[in-house]
Each structure stands twice: as C-alpha cells, then as structure tokens.
Nanobody
Framework: QVQLAESGGGAVQAGGSLRLSCVASGRSFDNYAMGWFRQPPGKQYEFVAA????????YYADSVKGRFVISRDNAENTLYLQMNNLKPEDTAVYYC????????????????????WGQGTQVTVSS
C-alpha cells in the first residue's frame, strides 16, 4: 500500500495560482499511474488530471485544460498539480491518488481505478 500526503492548498482570489504537492511513501511510486481528483462542496468526486507511470501522456478534465498542469518527480516521490487562473468553481478538497494496477498503460482514470488516496487539501477560490 502506498501512503499519500497532499499539501499546498489554501485560499486565493480568482485569477491566482496554487501548486499542490503529494508526497508518496511505501510502494514504488514510479511504477504507478497517478491522478488528482476533487470534491466540491456538496458534490461528488470529480476527475481533475492524471499521468501514466511512464511516458509523456497527460490527461485533464475539460474544465481545467489549459489552466492546470500535472507532473511528477520520481526522484522525490512527489506528484504535483500546478493550478493557474483559478476560478471560484475550482473550490474543492483536492485529493491525489495512486492507480490500483502497477505498470498500468491504459487511459481509464475513473475514481474506482485508484486504490490509494491522500487525506485531501482544501482549495478555496474567492471571486
């Protein structure tokens, strides 16, 4: 089991930026596809972004495409989410997650595909 811990959330005004970090420990971080999800107040979990364990593929929700960038530093066992031009509708608790399957090469990044989750970090964007 991999343990994940997010940080970097906070309160910003619309148009601002934040960078979320997710430090992993336990299983080999670099063997797993990773993702970011979020849960807005009173709503279900939403997919935000994901990347594979290897390769240059990056996958984003339409709502964040062009504003958010997902990346990973395998040497530091850390996943990042750079969030630019934030909007009030980005307000949510953000979670990082590790895919269930080692060496996964597919493009399915549903919530149920991820087996390890962090505790979440709050992002609040005011207008």
């Amino acid at each position: 089991q991999v343990q994940l811990a997010e940080s970097g959330g906070g309160a910003v005004q619309a148009g601002g930026s934040l960078r979320l970090s997710c430090v992993a420990s336990g299983r080999s971080f670099d063997n797993y596809a990773m993702g970011w999800f979020r849960q807005p107040p009173g709503k279900q979990y939403e997919f935000v972004a994901a990347l594979p364990w290897i390769g240059s593929g990056r996958y984003y929700a339409d709502s964040v495409k062009g504003r958010f960038v997902i990346s990973r530093d395998n040497a530091e066992n850390t996943l990042y989410l750079q969030m630019n031009n934030l909007k009030p509708e980005d307000t949510a608790v953000y979670y990082c997650a590790a895919h269930r399957e080692r060496f996964y090469t597919g493009r399915s990044f549903r919530e149920s595909d991820f087996g390890s989750w962090g505790q979440g970090t709050q992002v609040t964007v005011s207008s």
